[in-house]
């Protein structure tokens, strides 16, 4: 790429950078839509990440290049103090230095260059992983006295409090904690959280659909109001409080918010199910909890589309596939699959290639990452 098209940090601000760190994307293994729900989730870190370069300045500017969305453009700017929405991608960086001066961190202005692996409206979070690793970069600029628990807490108020999604905190919190190759198993009602390693003799595949979701949009706001309302129903704060031996108080609610109740219940106790599984190493039994989750984000809570339903019809006809699921808030996004042991890329290749001809959209393989990547 030729400078002008992609300027590295110097080029850009004529300085460079004095802090350079990442943050992951995750996929979530299991545990949909229960993070609002003061439930359970276990996603775990991928391998792309979103880069922050940044130089602090003796100004209140805050001038920042995306080489994913400024396109060869000048930097965006704004000023300390006077965020304000409506500006895109740019949104989540002023919700950041927002939020850490609402908390009472003192900043001065920035130059910030951005960049990333993580996929826009994959379901693989790339806003939460943009957000925490800014926050981690101002964390270091500014000497910041906040833990990685509450670097992803900041992460969930950036995009709840600022950008205006109103999301759960499973995704900061595994941008800030989680690492490659192990589930972070996380209690998001005391915050508890336990890092469960994968067992040996499973590829993990994630497919990106080519449909991409948006979270700020209608879809994920209702189903919030629905898990309210069916609270407000059965006279309980959270879905959490509704133990599975109690599933059947869902079916006295309207439909479709007994539905959307079952849903949450069954899938809390999959989590726990799941880590399990993991410890015991039975990959037969995490297969069929997969395709359990992904039944009932199909039919309970209806949060997925035609497109991820294929992925995982031609993941259930391949045999080298324990289980597949619908992963992250849905509405489009990635299926994430589990393999047998060695053969994760030669699925994913096939699995796309069909999915590609019966579907005409352009999926793309986040894992395995191809050798040498
Ligand atoms: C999105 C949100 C998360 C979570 C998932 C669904 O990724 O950001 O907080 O609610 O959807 O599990």
Known sequence: ???HVNPSFSELFGHP???VVHAPGRVNLIGEHTDYNGGFV???AI????HVELRRRDDTRVRVFSANKSQGGAPSEYTLGQEA?????LDYVQGVTFVLQREGHRLSGVDVRLSSE???GSGLSSSASLDVALLRALRTAFSLPLDDVQLGLLGQRVETDFVGAPVGVMDPMAASMAGLGEALFLDTRSMNLERVPLPPGVDVVIINSGVAHNHSSGDYRVRRAECEKACALLGIQELRDLPES???????LPDPLGRRARHVVTENARVLATVQALRAGDLERLGQLFYASHDSQRLDYEVSVPEIDLL??????DADVYGARLTGGGFGGSVVMLARDGTGAAVARRICERYAARSGQRPTILLPQPTGA
């Open 118 to 120: 993580v996929p826009l």
């Open 47 to 50: 391998p792309q990440q979103t």
């Open 42 to 44: 276990l996603p775990m």
């Open 17 to 19: 950078a004095q802090v």
């Open 312 to 317: 995982v019809d031609l993941a259930r006809e």
């Open 1 to 3: 790429m030729t400078p």
């Open 85 to 89: 929405t409506g500006q895109g991608w």
């Open 246 to 252: 109690e599933l059947a108080r869902t079916e006295t």
